[in-house]
């Protein structure tokens, strides 16, 4: 049975580890449960939670690849429509649109737009800024940056009841399970 979380006010359930290894196995476990909507906290990274929680990768770098190519396409446009339309200046009986001459400035737009690209697209697909979140509410979560490992499984989650998602976390050897209010 779904609860939903606004009836509830609950955001979730915290559970608490002393080991990096206790939350790996915990999201081993909890994953291979059916459980979608979970996240990891940790006072360091670890790279087998990505692996772990976040099967999908992000399009990031496609996307950034792509404003670089709009980069340098918008870079060679502007100086070949000032060169041959706007403004065609014939200098000693050059061509007008001499390529060669287009290539740094073309280049330098092409890391202006990819790097904007990088920046924005990391902070908006990870939510940012984001100055308060539910698990802020859980007293203990304090620890979260120093000596702590903390897996939140979701209200929302499809297969969440307070009770039987408790046992399990419990189960699964945490120091302790927390609710997490809104």
């Known amino acids: 049975m779904h609860v939903s979380n606004e ?15 206790g939350i790996v196995d915990a999201s081993t476990k909890a994953v291979g449960a059916g459980y979608t909507k979970l996240e990891a906290y940790t006072p360091f990274p670890i790279e087998e939670l990505n692996d772990i929680i976040h099967k999908r990768r992000t399009h990031l770098p496609k996307v950034v690849l792509f404003m670089a190519f709009c980069g340098m396409g918008t870079g060679f446009a502007l100086q070949y429509w000032a060169s041959t339309i706007a403004y065609p200046f014939n200098v000693g009986g050059r061509p007008l649109a001499t390529w060669p001459a287009f290539v740094v400035p073309s280049y330098e737009l092409t890391i202006l737009f990819s790097a904007l690209t990088a920046a924005i697209g990391m902070l908006a697909l990870n939510g940012f800024p984001q100055p308060y979140h539910p698990v802020f509410n859980v007293e203990r979560f304090t620890t979260a940056s120093t000596d702590k490992f903390f897996l939140v499984i979701e209200a929302e989650d499809g297969r969440f009841t307070k009770e039987q998602t408790g046992a399990f976390l419990q189960g699964l050897g945490a120091k302790g399970v927390y609710d997490v209010a809104h």
């Open 7 to 21: 009836k509830t006010g609950l955001y979730g359930l915290m559970a608490e580890f002393d080991t990096a290894q």
